[in-house]
């Protein structure tokens, strides 16, 4: 008999922050482990609820009892199960069973006789078929729920009462119902029933779940609970969107905190309260985010300008909520009074004077203090901006000054401020628009898709500040493993990139490297070579997130060339190259052209020193007269920029490479002939690939 299965773990408070993360893989979890055990279908994804104090799911079509199955355990090979036995010898394959063999027949509790020879088209194993009569669902769900709860991502479990129980937080009723019918089951020390709880102060009191698909409609209709998470974010989307519009304002769209607020209430309601319009005069980063990360509350625009109106979330629908408005206006006032007093406490010492404090905050233990960095960042930040042809002074004073809001009350208070704090003192103190603008946007992209700093000025300060950190750390030997980066090097080459690419500034990658590892107390010799390698690294990422192929990200990539500003033309130009008609040739014909020079490479050829007059053949004649001819023009291309117009200029090599190819043998026996013809070959895959490594494109 198919019926709907529900599953509910009453508990108290879940971790906000997490509760749709953990909704979504306990369906997960129990998806698998009972399509597994055949109760559902692997095609039933089931359904799944999560509030501040439940977590559950729901499967459509779930079997009373599984069926009937034949299982199929996979033992050893026939070549390790058996001593001296003839692999493939007949039918009975001779010998005596090893040790694991026999632990096998002793897990399956089979005889020798029972098992039967299978083959992956690899190798012969030992496999054994075993009929299974199909249990009740009551003898598996608690044991799949309890594997299922081990397997949430939970960073840390509770213990609470007399048992051994463990789970992110205490869990204080188990509902589990297979349509009309509770299942019997323990989970966590508890017994299954049918009966739930509502909202706190909203409920009819406890909820007795009549039917598995009910489930829903009994929390919402009796217990005042919108069960379903993507269904309570929405409602709270919707009703923020008309109170703004109501006010004639607009919220302040912030997905975290949508989700967030999702997760702390069950059943949400939306009102409008405001704070005195005096806190305006504090910058507006520190009151948002004073709103959002303490109060969960949601701020109010007026086309972009933050007002002293905001939205709360509430947990509770009243008639009249005149309480719920003033109290949460209440508890603001304090927060933003001390925002407020950190902003015109700092602004009465001035960034400048502050850098000395800079040398009592340690950076890294093996690197120094945060002053010996920023003494650091001004040097490499004066080279940045003489190559960037910036104003060195302001962007040395900006370096200066860029962390010195580290150790203001503000930024001590909220982190996530800092370098935003900065400019605001920065403007205080007189200091110039340019500076000001370079302390906030060094910190800048923050992460991808964030904004990059604007002006060469602030782009020298924010290069230097990555490539400082990249220096430093690679120097001794903090270098990222596998998912492992606590100091966020690979945001940082990211950053690097991005600045270098997306404002096409024309500095050598390699020089801007070698700048920031000189600047070290540390050293390492490699340090240099593994922070390139590790930035090319990101930047086939980065690549390949921008819409490029693996083969067009690693043509452009594997010439190693330091110029990141010309990466996009280099691309551009290749694709363009790829549509032409003879493209699919000439990347083949330079596929093969590379790997003779390498096997001649391999073999000790050298033909440096070759005499191009002793090419006589026609076939090659033709190849070296053409290629002679198409260099200089596309030279010109190149010297132009026009990287696509250099490329297709050897699009007229196409025959003369190919009757190369079909008439002459490139490694004769005559010697310096065969190296005037390897050196033809090097000509030309020097030639063709100034741009991209056509090789690469070869199909």
Not at 64 to 93: C, F, H, M, W, Y
Not at 158 to 173: A, E
Not at 460 to 470: G, H, I
Request: hydrophobic content about 45%.
């Amino acid at each position: 008999m198919r019926e709907t299965l529900l599953i509910e773990l009453l508990t108290e408070e879940l971790p906000p922050k997490s509760l749709a993360k953990l909704g979504m893989a306990f369906r997960e979890q129990m998806q698998k482990s009972l399509a597994d055990a055949e109760f559902i279908d692997r095609t039933n994804q089931g359904k799944w609820f999560a509030t501040p104090r439940r977590l559950a799911v729901q499967f459509a079509d779930c079997l009373a009892t599984q069926p009937d199955r034949t299982i199929e355990k996979k033992g050893p090979s026939v070549a390790a199960g058996l001593v001296n036995s003839p692999v493939g010898a007949g039918d009975t394959p001779l010998g005596m069973p090893t040790k694991a063999l026999e632990g096998f027949m002793r897990s399956a509790g089979v005889t020798f006789d029972q098992l039967e020879r299978a083959s992956d088209g690899k190798a012969e194993y030992f496999l054994v078929r075993q009929h299974k009569s199909g249990e009740p669902l009551a003898v598996h769900l608690s044991e799949m729920i309890e594997a299922a709860l081990k397997k949430l991502p939970i960073a840390k479990f509770m213990r609470w009462g007399n048992n051994d129980s463990q789970f992110v937080r205490p869990v204080h009723g188990l509902i589990l119902m297979h349509g009309a019918n509770v299942v019997a089951g323990k989970v966590l020390g508890l017994e299954s029933g049918n009966i739930t709880r509502g909202h706190r102060f909203m409920s009819a009191g406890d909820i007795t779940i009549s039917h598995a698909d009910q489930y829903a409609d009994a929390l919402a209709q009796r217990g005042k609970v919108v069960a379903d998470f993507a269904t309570r974010r929405a409602m709270i989307v919707t009703q923020l969107t008309e109170a703004a519009a109501k006010l004639k304002l607009q919220f302040l769209q912030d997905e975290a905190l949508v989700d967030e607020v999702t997760a702390l209430v069950e059943h949400p309601t939306v009102y409008a309260a405001q704070f005195d319009a005096e806190f305006l005069t504090v910058p507006p980063e520190c009151l948002i985010l004073t709103m959002k990360a303490n109060q969960k509350y949601f701020p109010l625009l007026d086309n972009g300008k933050l007002t002293n109106r905001f939205l709360i979330v509430s947990n509770m629908q009243v008639a009249d909520p005149v309480n719920i408005v003033e109290g949460n206006a209440r508890v603001v006032r304090p927060r933003l009074a001390d925002a407020k007093f950190f902003f015109e406490t700092d602004k009465k010492t001035s960034l400048a004077s502050r850098v000395d404090k800079l040398d009592r905050i340690v950076y890294h233990n093996k690197l120094g203090t945060q002053g010996a960095r920023v003494k650091r960042l001004v040097t490499l930040t004066g080279k940045i901006a003489t190559l960037l042809d910036a104003d060195v002074a302001q962007a040395e004073r900006a370096a200066l000054l860029c962390k010195a809001d580290l150790v203001t009350d503000m930024v001590g208070e909220f982190p996530e401020l800092q370098g935003i704090m900065g400019r605001y003192y920065a403007l205080a103190d007189g200091e110039n628009t340019v500076v000001a603008e370079a302390i906030k946007d060094h910190y800048h992209p923050r992460g991808a898709g964030d904004t990059l700093p604007v002006g060469n000025v602030a782009c020298a300060v924010a290069l230097a500040e990555r490539l400082d950190s990249l220096a430093g750390m690679f120097c001794i030997g903090q270098i990222p493993t596998g998912d492992k980066d606590p100091f966020a090097l690979r945001r940082a080459a990211l950053g690097v990139l991005r600045i270098l690419i997306e404002h096409r500034l024309p500095i050598d990658l390699n020089d801007l490297v070698n700048a920031a590892v000189a600047l070290q107390s540390a050293q390492s010799a490699n340090a240099g070579t593994d922070i390139l390698i590790f930035i090319f690294d990101r930047l086939r990422a980065y690549l390949r997130d921008s819409g490029f192929s693996p083969s067009e990200t690693e043509a452009v990539v594997s010439l190693n060339s330091y110029r990141m500003d010309l990466v996009f033309e280099q691309l551009s130009a290749i694709r363009s190259f790829m549509q032409l008609p003879e493209a699919e040739a000439l990347t083949s014909a330079n596929k093969r052209v590379a790997n003779i020079l390498r096997k001649a490479e391999e073999a000790g050829e050298s033909f440096a020193n070759s005499d191009a007059s002793l090419l006589c053949e026609s076939a090659e004649l033709e190849l070296h007269a053409a290629l002679s001819a198409a260099k200089p023009i596309a030279e010109a291309h190149f010297a132009a920029g026009d990287y696509s117009a250099y490329l297709k200029t050897f699009a007229v090599l196409k025959e003369p490479v190919d009757k190369f190819f079909k008439d002459v043998m490139v490694m004769t026996d005559n010697a310096p002939l065969r190296s005037a013809r390897l050196a033809l070959l090097q000509n030309l895959q020097t030639a063709m690939n100034r741009v991209g490594a056509l090789s690469k494109l070869a199909s």
